[in-house]
């Protein structure tokens, strides 16, 4: 059964990821086939994300089941990844491209550096994955969602139940009306669906290994952008990274605990992955040449990062717009900048359904 799990977690939050964002990986040939691969699974993952924001949403206002939830779900990812398929075929020389690369991981300049660099990383996200893991952190917002997911995947309904009664609930209770715009508990409930791994499972022992890898991917990814594709100065950036998370506990609210005790809720991916996925975003966007597609993911990740939490709501138009300020100041672009400013549209219309509704 553990293994069974275990190639259903993969295949949910590995696989399937690394194979969507072939929609938005990085083309240029000199691209690092780990740089390409930590593209993938990130980029991939908040597509995903956006995807399910934008079926979740009208279904739980129209108190539809979870199983139409999870078929839609299917059927876009499906249309998708034939779409990738397709343009794969089509577009032979990326694929040659990428398998070129894989050589490229290992041109790095022998360094014993790198190798001691290398090790040390791998120990320390080993030990920052297999806590969370093995022993079990959980709080009070953590029941309510655990609660939702239970209720959403016996009963096949999306936010019906109060976690607490049982009772019916109504949209003008609070927390529950925020559920609306930001659905991650249904997200969990359509995954736990699939794989038919109980909610509880689910969150606590499968999503902390791959969420928290995730998160590193997106640190390694800053980290070579940030330090000019310099491998062995990289591998120092994340090890300054973990030192910071493994003793970074001083409060419930630092991004330490946010991503060690309790990453499978969704204001901590938000503040873990997104926000630093989208900060990687800017710094590519940023170039004078640069690739057009990741101006257009910003849209994708303002999407996204609504299904997790008000936070995301909130937070990603706040960079967004902070971002467009420095880069007219910069480039003098007005047309660029408008179009940043054009990916705030989303949040703003999530922010503005809740206040409405």
Same mark, same amino acid.
């Given at each position: ?214 998160? &590193? /991917? #997106?640190?390694?990814? @800053?980290?070579?952008?940030?330090? =000019? +594709?310099? $491998? ?5 950036? !994340? ?83 902070? &971002? /467009? #300020?420095?880069?007219? @100041?910069?480039?003098?672009?007005? =047309? +660029?900048? $408008? ?5 705030? !549209? ?12």
């Amino acid at each position: 059964m553990i293994f069974k799990n275990v190639i259903n977690m993969t295949v949910l939050f590995f696989i399937m990821p690394i194979w969507i964002g072939n929609l938005w990986g990085d083309s240029q040939k000199d691209t690092n086939v780990l740089v390409k691969l930590c593209q993938l699974w990130s980029a991939g993952f908040v597509t995903i994300l956006a995807v399910a924001q934008i079926i979740l949403v009208p279904l739980v206002a129209l108190q539809k089941s979870l199983t139409m939830a999870v078929i839609l779900w299917k059927v876009i990812l499906g249309i998708l990844s034939v779409f990738i398929f397709l343009r794969l075929i089509i577009q032979k020389n990326k694929i040659v491209s990428f398998q070129n690369e894989k050589k490229s991981i290992c041109n790095v300049e022998k360094n014993k550096w790198i190798v001691i660099y290398g090790l040390l990383v791998g120990v320390m996200i080993f030990i920052q994955v297999y806590v969370p893991v093995k022993y079990e952190h959980g709080d009070d917002d953590d029941s309510r969602f655990i609660a939702e997911e239970v209720s959403a995947v016996v009963h096949d309904t999306m936010y019906i139940d109060d976690p607490i009664t049982a009772s019916e609930m109504y949209w003008d209770l609070g927390e529950v009306k925020k559920d609306l715009t930001s659905p991650w508990a249904m997200y969990v409930a359509m995954c736990s669906k699939i794989s038919g791994i109980a909610p509880a499972v689910l969150s606590h022992t499968y999503l902390p290994f791959y969420l928290i890898l995730m998160c &590193y /991917a #997106v640190y390694f990814l @800053i980290g070579y952008e940030l330090m =000019k +594709k310099n $491998i062995e100065k990289t591998l120092v950036f !994340l090890i300054i990274i973990s030192v910071l998370n493994i003793w970074g506990y001083t409060s419930t609210h630092t991004l330490a605990s946010m991503l060690l005790l309790r990453i499978w809720q969704g204001k901590a991916i938000c503040a873990s992955f997104i926000l630093p996925f989208l900060f990687y975003v800017m710094c590519k966007i940023m170039y004078q040449n640069y690739e057009k597609k990741w101006l257009i993911f910003l849209y994708v990740i303002s999407i996204g990062a609504s299904l997790l939490s008000g936070v995301g709501i909130i937070t990603v138009p706040v960079m967004i717009l902070l &971002y /467009a #300020v420095v880069d007219y @100041i910069y480039h003098r672009k007005i =047309k +660029k900048s $408008i179009l940043v400013l054009g990916s705030m !549209l989303p949040s703003i219309l999530y922010l503005s359904y809740y206040l409405v509704r």
